[in-house]
């Protein structure tokens, strides 16, 4: 008998049975919404109603903004009216400082030329620093001008002249003079924080004199020019260059006689600076004032020129007294 001769039994599926009876869930009462129970099945009609009917999501309300932080005032000793006060009375005297400053000093000292006279590189700082110390071969003094895109011309920005005065230089140098004062007096063991503003004090009032005489002096020269104010204050803080070159010799304890050298070295270095370089704003040399300048009074200015270069040893002198 072959392996093949006999065949395989047939497949018999299995056949589903149907429960004869589904019992029925018990009672419960009725829904209040109205929902029904069914004992089967609901109809055809209505399971595709139930699917297709649409269910909004439940509303949720939107939590209310947080509120801005208020310090708490109770816990300084004030109430909340002494408080919103004192608030009040801070915000409409600070308002009132700035329309104070913007009315009286705004036409005197504006912010674009202020940032005119920060515009600076690091090599106009280093060229410019070689110029205030060792001026004696620097030719010419005489300052760039550029004209706008309006037609207008105005004067290069430091940047671009070296005889262009800046303002980075003498803050710098003002910050730097009172930080070696105040450390001179600590090696001399005389140190105090008070040093630190009668320093500040003794320079800004220096250079308030220096700015108020060449100030009173062009007035009565009648010298008229635009930006002045600026530039002579920026002229007025070079000073401090030298100044510090003297504070540093008396730290390294050298001979009185090499001390005194420095300081006059640094008065004359600064008298030439200062006389060359006001020379374009007393005499300046634009097309408009020539010939408006008589020889009496180019005289006169020529002479003003020497005494305000020959109080620069007045003035220097006050400050390397700490």
């Known amino acids: 008998m072959s392996y093949y001769s006999r065949s395989p039994?047939?497949?018999?599926?299995?056949?589903?049975?149907?429960p004869a009876f589904i019992p029925e869930p018990p009672s419960t009462p009725?829904?209040?919404?109205?929902y029904k129970r069914f004992a089967s099945s609901p109809p055809q009609n209505q399971q595709y109603a139930a699917r297709t009917q649409y269910h909004p999501p439940p509303f949720q309300p939107i939590p209310n903004p947080q509120p801005q932080h208020i310090p708490d005032f109770a816990a300084w000793g004030m109430n909340d009216t002494t408080a919103q006060f004192g608030m009040h009375l801070g915000q409409t005297?600070?308002?009132?400082?700035?329309?104070?400053?913007q009315k009286n000093f705004a036409g005197m000292?504006?912010?674009?030329?202020?940032?005119?006279?920060?515009?600076?590189?690091?090599?106009?700082?280093?060229?410019?620093?070689?110029?205030?110390?060792?001026?004696?071969?620097h030719k010419p003094w005489t300052r760039k001008i550029r004209r706008t895109e309006a037609g207008h011309t105005e004067w290069q920005?430091?940047?671009?002249?070296?005889?262009?005065?800046?303002?980075?230089?003498?803050?710098?140098?003002?910050?730097?003079?009172?930080?070696?004062?105040?450390?001179?007096?600590?090696?001399?063991?005389?140190?105090?924080?008070?040093?630190?503003?009668?320093?500040?004090?003794?320079?800004?009032?220096?250079?308030?004199?220096?700015?108020?005489?060449?100030?009173?002096?062009?007035?009565?020269?009648n010298v008229?020019?635009?930006?002045?104010v600026v530039d002579l204050i920026a002229?007025?803080?070079?000073?401090?260059?030298?100044?510090?070159?003297t504070l540093f010799a008396g730290l390294l304890n050298l001979n009185p006689t090499i001390y005194a050298f420095v300081f006059l070295y640094a008065f004359a270095a600064n008298a030439l600076f200062i006389l060359r370089s006001l020379r374009s704003v007393v005499l300046p040399d634009s097309p408009a004032n020539v010939g408006t300048v008589n020889p009496a009074s180019r005289k006169r200015r020529i002479s003003f020129l020497f005494?305000?270069?020959?109080?620069?040893?007045?003035?220097?002198?006050i400050l390397v007294r700490v």
């Open 157 to 221: 920005p430091p940047r671009d002249d070296i005889n262009s005065p800046d303002l980075y230089i003498p803050l710098m140098a003002l910050v730097t003079y009172i930080l070696v004062a105040a450390f001179q007096t600590g090696l001399q063991e005389r140190f105090h924080p008070q040093i630190l503003g009668t320093s500040a004090t003794r320079a800004l009032l220096v250079v308030l004199l220096d700015f108020l005489f060449v100030q009173c002096g062009c007035y009565l020269l």
């Open 235 to 245: 002229y007025g803080g070079y000073k401090f260059v030298g100044v510090i070159l």
């Open 30 to 34: 009725a829904s209040p919404q109205g």
């Open 109 to 137: 000292i504006q912010v674009t030329m202020l940032k005119h006279h920060f515009n600076v590189s690091n090599s106009y700082v280093m060229h410019k620093l070689r110029l205030v110390i060792f001026p004696w071969r």
């Open 224 to 228: 008229q020019g635009t930006g002045q």
């Open 307 to 317: 005494l305000e270069a020959v109080l620069q040893v007045v003035y220097m002198g």
């Open 9 to 18: 039994p047939p497949l018999q599926h299995p056949v589903p049975t149907h």
């Open 93 to 101: 005297a600070v308002a009132a400082g700035q329309d104070y400053v």
